[in-house]
């Protein structure tokens, strides 16, 4: 074996929106992006190791959980961190100010958030294959239905 390349890890893979199956190629066809529709454009394949990224029907409804999850671990974070910084007193308004600055924080962060999101869950269905080359992805056409395609 000339080249023995090492994989990334799991979570390197899951927070940079990498194929859960190869951990090379990428979920996403653009880069984060404030547009929507671009943001959330995945190839319908992994363009590394053919890995289909919709396995069934409606596969990202879940993902509002995995966001919702995230949002919370973001806040008590960012509540911590401003309670060590900026510190936290019933006798002013610095609690409310930092309400403004978590609504703030995590409306910025949401199309982060949604990719990372969509990445952790599709990585919970999908193994990893360290001899992806030499094997098939699972096949999932009879899961999927094209005019329900992108449908969530
Ligand atoms: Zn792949």
Request: charged share 20%; net charge positive; hydrophobic share 40%.
């Amino acid at each position: 074996m000339s080249e023995e390349r090492k994989s990334r890890g799991y979570l390197s893979s899951s927070l940079g929106c990498r194929c859960p199956r190869c951990r090379e190629g990428k979920l996403f066809q653009h880069p984060v992006s404030i547009s929507f529709k671009k943001n959330m454009l995945m190839n319908t394949k992994c363009p590394v190791c053919g890995q289909p990224t919709e396995i069934e029907v409606g596969f990202y409804y879940g993902t509002s959980y995995v966001s919702y999850a995230l949002s919370v671990a973001l806040s008590v974070s960012s509540l911590v961190a401003w309670w060590v910084i900026i510190g936290l007193s019933t006798e002013d308004n610095r609690f409310f100010y930092w309400i403004g600055f978590n609504a703030i924080l995590l409306i910025l962060l949401q199309p982060w958030l949604m990719r990372l999101s969509r990445s952790f869950w599709i990585s919970w269905f999908v193994k990893y294959d360290p001899d992806w080359k030499d094997h098939q992805p699972e096949d999932v056409s009879e899961r999927l239905n094209p005019d329900q395609a992108h449908n969530w």
